[in-house]
């Protein structure tokens, strides 16, 4: 696909419905009593898994576009499925549903696309054997595709050793069908949507610094979640905005939840100039709505405990710090290897083939940031949404149109990204 440039971007955009929330506001509604009312879900190749897989264990879910509507038939309501559960690309459909499969009374299998039979299951596995789950690899190399025959789980305090909400988030579930309390201890706060919005649907679930604990067999209710735009789609705005020459893009109704706003605050910190307005709670998350204005970028250091709260949005960011002035230190996110494509080396290999000066490091990696140095290119997406939507965003901002190779991953979860991003530019 040919990529454009664009000196002005002006309008206004609505990013679509968070891939976090619509994937946990399904599969609640699945193990919940009576109806659940999704509204603004995201109608993304990732979350359609999601749907697929609960309408193969029964469950009733109409797909209306405008709303999902979930006929939930309660914590023991799944039925076996006649066929193989395929999770597509979707690393949150395969590591959550894992926690519930293990606790169900029938067994089942699941499997899912390239990316997702290379992508570490060890660290679902391990605590779910733990908690006494009779769940294998079935090749034995600790990926999907996955067994689950019927057990009965225990509670348990699982101390984890990556700060993953898929890992929490699977624990959690399971914990729902245990015998008593499960808790899971992270090294740094993961994002807490799995805790908001189970505790809405009834659970009993408390949350405290960087532990989370549930107590099992809840009554869960259907409710009606209206979810929030997604702050990881949002991003590729922001950059867009702030690295145009002439830009100012209204991005309407964004989810800010503190575990996931870290993007605000690295394009902050490197000198962006964005507005939040219009402050609202939805359906328990914090939303509002972003100005985005052309801004003079310098480079920064980004680690730590805010890794994870802007952990997808890295390839974003380290386009946006490729055309800063200075360095920027990316550091604590190894986790990137084990994405849908090992983001340290597709993100240095795109970013070299625009100029940039980078050096990938075992926890990050280090930009030298010099836009007189970057130039057209062909990139590669190798198949990652998030690595073909951060280069289209480059490539507005080099000197001529570049290429995308397999341009059309965007779909998992921005299925009308080039129209929205496109439909920005004006002449002058
Ligand atoms: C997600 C958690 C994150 C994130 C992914 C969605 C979730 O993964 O990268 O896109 O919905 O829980 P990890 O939990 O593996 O960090």
Do not use: W
């Not at 979640?225 to 950059?239: K, L, N, Q, R, T």
């Not at 240095?348 to 940039?356: F, P």
């Amino acid at each position: 696909m040919e990529l454009k440039n664009a000196k002005h971007l002006r309008g206004t955009v609505s990013v679509p419905g968070d891939k976090s929330i619509s994937h946990r506001a399904i599969m609640f509604g699945a193990i919940s009593k009576g109806m659940t009312e999704v509204t603004n879900f995201l109608q993304g190749a990732d979350c359609l898994s999601t749907i697929s897989c609960f309408q193969k264990m029964g469950i009733s879910i109409e797909n209306r576009k405008d709303r999902v509507i979930v006929h939930g038939k309660g914590l023991h309501g799944l039925s076996a499925p006649k066929e193989i559960l395929d999770t597509g690309n979707s690393g949150t459909t395969t590591r959550l549903i894992s926690g519930i499969l293990a606790g169900q009374s029938f067994s089942s299998s699941l499997t899912g696309d390239h990316s997702i039979q290379k992508r570490p299951m060890k660290r679902i596995l391990t605590p779910l054997s733990a908690m006494g789950a009779d769940v294998s690899s079935v090749r034995g190399n600790d990926c999907a595709p996955l067994q689950f025959h019927p057990s009965s789980l225990h509670g348990m305090t699982y101390t984890s050793p990556v700060s993953s909400a898929q890992v929490k988030s699977c624990i959690l579930l399971a914990g729902l069908y245990a015998d008593d309390t499960t808790s899971v201890i992270e090294p740094v706060l993961s994002r807490n949507h799995t805790e908001l919005m189970l505790s809405a649907f009834g659970a009993d679930i408390q949350s405290q610094n960087t532990t989370v604990s549930i107590h099992p067999n809840p009554n869960l209710q259907g409710q009606k979640v209206e979810v929030p735009g997604d702050i990881s789609s949002a991003a590729y705005f922001i950059a867009a905005g702030l690295l145009a020459k002439d830009a100012e893009i209204l991005i309407q109704n964004v989810g800010i939840n503190p575990t996931r706003d870290g993007i605000l605050k690295a394009a902050h910190a490197m000198g962006g100039n964005i507005q939040k307005q219009n402050e609202r709670i939805v359906s328990g998350e914090p939303v509002c709505d972003l100005l985005v204005t052309s801004s003079a970028l310098f480079g920064t250091d980004i680690g730590g405990e805010l890794i994870p709260t802007l952990i997808d949005e890295i390839p974003m960011i380290a386009v946006m710090a490729a055309f800063a002035d200075g360095t920027t230190r990316i550091t604590d996110a190894a986790e990137l290897k084990v994405k849908e494509s090992n983001r340290i080396l597709t993100v240095a290999e795109n970013l070299r083939r625009m100029g940039a000066d980078v050096t990938p490091t075992e926890d990050g990696m280090i930009i030298k940031g010099n836009p007189c140095a970057l130039h057209k290119a062909d990139f590669d997406s190798y198949l990652d949404h998030r690595i073909a939507m951060a280069f289209a965003v480059a490539a507005l901002s080099l000197d001529a149109p570049c290429c995308m190779q397999d341009a059309e991953c965007v779909n998992i979860s921005y299925p009308k990204f080039y129209e929205d991003l496109y439909g920005l530019i004006r002449d002058e």
